[in-house]
């Protein structure tokens, strides 16, 4: 009935946005964070914790700790998009979807096509040398043999220009994403825990006529939903 329902709202008109977490793309083979087999649950490191590992001062206290486990847990540069991603990216081509608001890193809406996408925690694609500035693709951190990838032109040390602990979110994306969710009429939610700020406060600013949330768990938002579906995210875009 559900799926029903969430046809309908796709195909009736108006403003659709969505906004998603790791959930999206736990399909496409990469990991969540919290779930019970979500990276924090599994002890990585013998000696830190993986909160520990992604934060500002661990990155600058011990960037080679922190590449070892960034290079093995964090990217995945083989995955590709899922149904979700793919479904988005048709909706938003055909008009029906206006923005792609994420919590994930991987860069997989852009590959699948989408282009109005809103990375709030940044990108595993995008890196800059901290000395001279110089932009880096993903392929230079991955191909650098050493323990951490330096700059080619001035051998500064290269960081991911991913949002750690300790570190703020950008303003104006936040701004963006903020302005799009509150001009929505049919906000779409999926594969996030809604318990990290500020990202999921957003949701709390939708004030259009249909929020819609599916998740495999519940979440702290789940009595707010006009359209609650529980599942992944994949087989429910991708059955619409």
Same mark, same amino acid.
């Given at each position: 009935?559900?799926?029903?329902?969430?046809?309908?709202?796709?195909?009736?008109?108006?403003?659709?946005?969505?906004?998603?977490?790791?959930?999206?793309?736990?399909?496409?083979?990469?990991?969540?964070?919290?779930?019970?087999?979500?990276?924090?649950?599994?002890?990585?490191?013998?000696?830190?914790?993986?909160?520990?590992?992604?934060?500002?001062?661990?990155?600058?206290?011990?960037?080679?700790?922190?590449?070892?486990?960034?290079?093995?847990?964090?990217?995945?540069?083989?995955?590709?998009?899922?149904?979700?991603?793919?479904?988005?990216?048709?909706?938003?081509?055909?008009?029906?979807?206006?923005?792609?608001?994420?919590?994930?890193?991987?860069?997989?809406?852009?590959?699948?096509?989408?282009?109005?996408?809103?990375?709030?925690?940044?990108?595993?694609?995008?890196?800059?040398?901290?000395?001279?500035?110089?932009?880096?693709?993903?392929?230079?951190?991955?191909?650098?043999?050493?323990?951490?990838?330096?700059?080619?032109?001035?051998?500064?040390?290269?960081?991911?220009?991913?949002?750690?602990?300790?570190?703020?979110?950008?303003?104006?994306?936040?701004?963006?994403?903020?302005?799009?969710?509150?001009?929505?009429?049919? =906000?779409?939610?999926?594969?996030?825990?809604?318990?990290?700020?500020? #990202?999921?406060? /957003? %949701?709390?600013?939708?004030? *259009? $006529?249909?929020?819609? =949330?599916?998740?495999?768990?519940?979440?702290?938002?789940?009595?707010? #939903?006009?359209? /609650? %579906?529980?599942?992944?995210? *994949? $087989?429910?875009?991708?059955?619409?």
């Amino acid at each position: 009935m559900e799926l029903e329902q969430l046809r309908k709202l796709v195909n009736g008109g108006g403003s659709i946005v969505f906004f998603g977490g790791a959930g999206t793309s736990t399909e496409s083979g990469i990991p969540d964070f919290r779930s019970a087999d979500g990276l924090y649950e599994q002890r990585t490191s013998k000696v830190y914790q993986p909160e520990e590992i992604l934060s500002r001062d661990f990155f600058f206290e011990h960037p080679a700790d922190f590449y070892s486990f960034y290079r093995m847990h964090m990217v995945y540069p083989q995955a590709k998009p899922n149904p979700a991603h793919l479904k988005l990216a048709e909706w938003e081509a055909q008009g029906r979807l206006k923005a792609v608001i994420t919590q994930n890193i991987d860069g997989l809406h852009q590959k699948a096509g989408s282009v109005n996408v809103l990375e709030l925690h940044g990108s595993v694609h995008r890196n800059r040398c901290l000395d001279c500035g110089l932009s880096h693709p993903l392929t230079d951190v991955l191909s650098d043999p050493r323990p951490v990838p330096l700059c080619k032109e001035c051998g500064g040390v290269i960081k991911p220009d991913v949002v750690l602990y300790q570190e703020n979110l950008n303003v104006a994306l936040l701004e963006r994403a903020a302005a799009h969710i509150q001009e929505a009429d049919t =906000l779409i939610v999926a594969g996030t825990s809604l318990t990290v700020q500020p #990202a999921a406060g /957003l %949701v709390g600013l939708f004030g *259009g $006529e249909n929020l819609v =949330l599916v998740n495999r768990a519940p979440t702290p938002m789940d009595h707010y #939903a006009t359209h /609650l %579906v529980r599942g992944s995210i *994949g $087989e429910v875009l991708g059955s619409l």
